[in-house]
């Protein structure tokens, strides 16, 4: 499995950008980087996946960089509501199902 | 999300008792997943299943068996639960209708086990 390492935590002050860096140095060339964010203890939420291009939906936008081996998770305008736990991940498929392997992800704490 | 409901979404039990945890798709989702959260390890995946009675044992799989007998539904039993089984548990389903697409969680079971 490719290991994903991140800080444990950050801060960002509201309605700034937060950038959530993770590092992904033995992912594959056809694993995908995927961010799920946890808040309260509910099921993970997914944010954004992605392989080798940058992506943006409406919560976030992801960067990849050119060897792959890191990736930032980019929320452009943080509220309180974006305080949880991040997780970055790499799901590694296989036919008989996928594993989606847990770090300890970034605790995220958006200040007033 | 995605149509999963987990039940119960608490649950004290004694230890050496049986428990049964259950986790309700809508969605016709394929693959389901069991996954537990513990402090200190984040969510490590316990089973998983690829289909109607086809299932396969995860990292931390010992002390759980699992059955799906209809694609809507995956149980996992604690045959004799054990404090250490303490946990909160989430079930996960995967629609598999692109290669890259994202599972989807419920929204957990918290079991204490005294």
């Known amino acids: 499995d490719a290991k994903t390492t991140q800080p444990t935590s950050m801060d960002c002050a509201e309605g700034r950008a937060a950038n959530l860096p993770c590092n992904h140095s033995?992912?594959?060339?056809?694993?995908?980087v995927y961010w799920y964010r946890q808040i309260h203890s509910q099921g993970p939420q997914y944010i954004i996946h992605?392989?080798?291009n940058n992506e943006t939906n409406e919560m976030a936008s992801l960067i990849i960089t050119e060897d792959r081996k890191s990736s930032t998770l980019i929320l452009p305008h943080a509220t309180l509501r974006d305080t949880a736990v991040y997780y970055c991940?790499?799901?590694?498929?296989?036919?008989?199902?996928?594993?989606?392997?847990f770090g300890e992800g970034t605790q995220l704490t958006v200040n007033p | 999300d995605a149509g999963i409901t987990q039940s119960p979404r608490h649950k004290v039990t004694e230890t050496g008792t049986p428990v049964t945890l259950r986790c309700h798709q809508t969605?016709?989702?394929?693959?389901m997943y069991w996954y537990r959260q513990d402090p200190g390890h984040g969510l490590r995946l316990i089973h998983y299943?690829?289909?109607?009675?086809?299932?396969d044992k995860g990292e931390v799989s010992d002390g759980y068996s699992v059955s799906r007998s209809k694609t809507e539904d995956f149980l996992l039993t604690l045959e004799s639960a054990t404090s250490s089984q303490t946990s909160v548990y989430f079930c996960?389903?995967?629609?598999?209708?692109?290669?890259?697409?994202?599972?989807?969680f419920g929204n957990g079971t918290r079991l204490t086990v005294t």
């Open positions: 992605g392989l080798k």
């Open positions: 969605e016709n989702h394929r693959y």
């Open positions: 299943s690829y289909g109607v009675k086809d299932t």
């Open positions: 996960a389903t995967d629609p598999r209708d692109t290669y890259n697409s994202p599972l989807h």
């Open positions: 991940i790499v799901l590694e498929r296989m036919t008989s199902g996928s594993r989606l392997t």
């Open positions: 033995t992912i594959s060339g056809n694993e995908y």
